[in-house]
Structure formats: C-alpha cells, structure tokens
C-alpha cells in the first residue's frame, strides 16, 4: 500500500483531464548510443537527438488555451515513406554530427536498430539503400530490427524511456508544445550513469 505524505508548505501538482481520450500525446523518434570513453579520456554520453513527430503552427484565434498566436502541435501520421525520410533527414545527419569522428573511425559499421513498429522499413528497402549510396554510408551503415519481445535489445523502452520518464513524474505540461518541451529538457538533463 502506497501512501501520500505530504511535506509542510508543499501543495500536490494540479492534474486535471477533461477525459481520458483529451490526454495530450505526442510521438518522438530517438537517436541514442551508448556512452563511451573518447581517446582524450572525457565521456561522450551518447546523446545524438530526440525529435517529435509531428509539426507546430501558429493559433489563428484566440481560445480558452491561449491567444493568437500561441504555438499548437498537429502529430503526422508516419508510413514508411515518412519514417524513411525521417532517418535520412534527421537521423543520418546527427549520428554524423553528433558521433564524435574517432569513434566513428574506430567501427567498420554503425548499426541503426528499430524495433517491429509497422511504419518501420524493411533493412534492404531499395529507396533506403540508394539514399544511404548517395550519402556514401552504404558501407557504414546498417538499419537492423530487433527481435519482437525481446527485453535484452528493447533498452530505450524497457530503460531509457523509463528513466526519463521517472525524472519528469511531478510535471504537468497543459499542452502538446509544453509536453515536447519538457522531454527535449529531460533529454539534455539525463545523466551519463542513467544511460549507461
């Protein structure tokens, strides 16, 4: 049994829902790798991007959420054709940016693991191939897909995603914009030993 206590002088976070199907949700696609210790000693701590899936836009009125003006969240529906332009788009170029070069070098390939999601693609997807040619990555580069249920390859959702979550447990963004900006913060902020 669970119980609440609370401190002197501390109110409990309002959470109020309307209904259950008016719960703010967003999708994100996440680029992570292990930490690692760089030749010069200092720790990298994998981070390469976390991304909402999805776009913001301006209110064109006034409402009960906020005047004119004031940014809303439209999610995208992914296929395979948005989830492949997602991974050329933002992913490939911030595991280039983002990887540091020695490490990079230091690997004959570097491994892209999704898990069985339908939107997701086939590994030999012929678009995909040729887009990695044209990057000059189809040496480099590999797009594997993990066992379904498999607790031992699934680390974002079973580890990663838990540990951010539990980090953000007594926040309560009202809207989709303020939700994405508090994972993108809780990103940044996850500490090195967490992710390892």
Known sequence: MKINIPVA???P???TVNHKSHIAKVV???AQARPRQLPNNQWWDGKIGIWPVGCCRAAKRDSC???KGTGLFESEFVDVDEFRDMLT???LP????EFRTAECNRFDE???QQDSAPAHMCPRDHKWMQMLTDMGLEEKTKLATQPANSPDLNMNDLGFFNALQSMCCCTTPRNEV????MVEQTHRDCPLNKIN
């Open 13 to 15: 976070p309002e959470r």
């Open 28 to 30: 994100f696609l996440c």
């Open 94 to 97: 911030a595991i280039l940016n």
């Open 9 to 11: 002088d501390e109110l």
């Open 178 to 181: 303020g939700l994405i900006e």
């Open 89 to 91: 788009g933002l992913v």
């Open 110 to 112: 570097i491994i892209i």
């Open 65 to 67: 959420n906020g005047p």
